[in-house]
């Protein structure tokens, strides 16, 4: 759209210059363009209570944490718009005018204040212009065609990307270096080229587009928002100094003005290179002292533990011989009625199902859920591991009564186990390279791809269920997730996983992002298996479930372990009226 826009802008002001009878519509674009300044006007006079309320409402949602982990770019952005605003800019034009830096700083100070204020330039574009004849009538200078050019030059410049918005790039640099990313020497061309392409757009379109081309989470665009209060401002600043060294510099070479003089054009490059040096080992020496680069998702989710306190439990890391202590003629259920013991099949490495956290615990829903049971009734646990594919095998030697691991209720795993209620219905979703999200949004365009390689979790049921949808994939097992997340199977393009799932890992792997295709949603249910011939024990799990179904605990499991409220403690922001003062803190 911008370039269309551009383009017809353009041919619509060169068939004009062949009309002769134009007066009627410029003069009504006149009219048009006071009635614009007027309203304008109206707006700075409001701005003030808009910049009060933006940074209040910033102020009070960004945590001291968010704000450690954005110094990298606050300050990085800050230092380098501050560097060229007051220094580099300023130089470039004293080098080859007779301009001091008075005339170029000091007497546009007002209207870099009010663009810093405003966070607009356009309401500046006027207060510019004026700025810029006032230099070159205070050094005699101006001539015939002088204010035509300057009134000419800064409506044309201000419609280009400036220095404001292309370094908002930075951004994307820092979004590599925060996800522990790096840019090949290879896609800085790209880099550069797609991102001054992309910003004739607004910012908020050209961000996304850029993060998307540098394959880095999208996620991170929500980071960038969260610095908009601040670094808008900055970059509003520098776009206003960026037109005023343009304009100048345009203006002094139109009209003859402009003059290389080597001792002043070596001195202020020096001081430019001296500058920019200070900054970079300043901000260098000052992030290595301040500034961990640390991702702590993975350790919010490695970190999760068990809700309440658990039953009494014996973990196992590999099932031993001689416990199943059955009867001849004994049900599942009457020896764990005589025994008060429940032995539980486990998956080590099912995110956010059954898992180990950072100090060696099993944890995840279905083993809090475990707990629950043997709590409710009095029992203890004892707990086995197991693999998906020999999983009927150990129900049926008795190696374990009950599998709780996330394990879904399809039809292959009906002919070969008896499941108890579903306990939750998961939906179906692909897990792939966040960059890639956007080629497995739909079915239709991932049934046009020719070659994909899509990995599945040992389920033969899921395996049918993904080659019936895509019937051109080349479907290959892996033993875990993990396998697909840690690149161990090589040339796999997405992971066939539940969303619930996908989300939990994509936490642990940041570059990952679960996709539900559309149109369809398959609902996958999650149900706890036992042996076949085993009715007593599934039914009497079921009544369990449909119990606690309707209880305000099973909700805040689900809450917890799928959603992950309450995973990360959210402590209140400091707040002279809490803390010092002491209101809405309550008295014991």
Not at 233 to 252: D, E, G, Q, S
């Amino acid at each position: 759209v911008v370039p269309a826009v551009v383009l017809f802008s353009i041919l619509l002001g060169v068939a004009l210059m062949g009309i002769k009878e134009k007066d009627t519509l410029l003069q009504g674009l006149r009219a048009a363009s006071a009635a614009l300044v007027k309203v304008t006007g109206i707006i700075v006079k409001l701005t003030p209570v808009g910049v009060f309320a933006i940074s209040a409402a910033a102020a009070g949602t960004m945590t001291i944490e968010e704000f450690g982990r954005l110094q990298v770019y606050l300050v990085s952005f800050n230092l380098l718009v501050l560097l060229l605003t007051f220094g580099v800019l300023p130089f470039i034009v004293m080098s080859v005018t007779p301009f001091g830096y008075r005339d170029i700083v000091g007497m546009s100070k007002d209207a870099l204040v009010t663009a810093f204020t405003t966070g607009n330039l356009f309401v500046v574009l006027t207060v510019l212009t004026e700025n810029c004849k006032a230099i070159f009538e205070k050094h005699n200078l101006t001539q015939e065609k002088t204010d035509t050019y300057i009134d000419v030059l800064i409506p044309i410049s201000f419609n280009f990307p400036n220095l404001g918005k292309l370094i908002m790039l930075l951004f994307v640099l820092f979004a590599a270096w925060f996800t522990g990313s790096t840019l090949s020497a290879g896609q800085y061309p790209m880099f550069v080229f797609s991102g001054l392409l992309s910003f004739f757009g607004g910012v908020d379109v050209a961000l996304p587009f850029m993060l998307d081309l540098m394959q880095l989470p999208s996620d991170m665009y929500q980071l960038y928002l969260v610095t908009g209060v601040i670094n808008g401002r900055t970059a509003t600043l520098l776009a206003a100094m960026n037109l005023i060294v343009f304009t100048l510099l345009a203006t002094a070479s139109l009209t003859g003005v402009m003059k290389v003089r080597m001792r002043k054009l070596l001195a202020y490059s020096t001081a430019s290179l001296v500058l920019t040096f200070g900054a970079i080992i300043g901000g260098k020496v000052y992030f290595d002292l301040a500034v961990k680069n640390e991702y702590t998702q993975d350790v919010v989710v490695a970190n999760m533990s068990l809700l309440q306190n658990p039953a009494p439990y014996r973990l196992y890391r590999e099932i031993p011989a001689g416990t199943k202590d059955q009867k001849s003629g004994e049900s599942s259920l009457e020896r764990i009625l005589r025994t008060q013991t429940l032995r539980v099949g486990y998956q080590p490495d099912n995110v956010p199902f059954s898992y180990f956290n950072t100090v060696g615990e099993l944890v995840g829903f279905e083993i809090d859920m475990a707990h629950l049971l043997a709590k409710d009734f009095g029992w203890k646990l004892e707990f086995m591991p197991f693999s998906h594919d020999n999983l009927a095998e150990h129900l049926q030697r008795g190696d374990f009564d009950i599998a709780m691991s996330g394990v879904a209720m399809t039809p292959a795993n009906l002919q070969k186990m008896k499941f108890a209620e579903p306990l939750i219905s998961t939906t179906a979703s692909l897990v792939v390279r966040d960059h890639r999200k956007n080629e497995f949004a739909t079915l239709e365009k991932i049934r046009r791809m020719t070659r994909v390689a899509m990995g599945v979790v040992k389920d033969s049921s899921l395996r049918d269920a993904l080659q019936g949808a895509f019937p051109t994939a080349q479907v290959v097992m892996i033993d875990t997730p993990r396998d697909f997340f840690e690149g161990n199977v090589p040339n796999l393009d997405a992971l066939l996983i539940s969303a619930e799932a996908g989300s939990a890992w994509s936490l642990l792997y940041p570059r990952f992002q679960a996709v539900i295709p559309k149109p369809s949603r398959l609902k996958i249910p999650l149900a706890f298996p036992v042996a076949m011939n085993d009715a007593d024990l599934a039914d009497f799990v079921s009544h369990w479930i449909l119990m606690i179904k309707g209880d305000p605990i099973f909700n805040q499991k689900i809450n917890y372990w799928i959603m992950g409220v309450g995973a990360e403690e959210k402590k209140p922001r400091w707040s002279i009226l809490r803390n010092v003062i002491g209101w809405g803190v309550e008295k014991k």
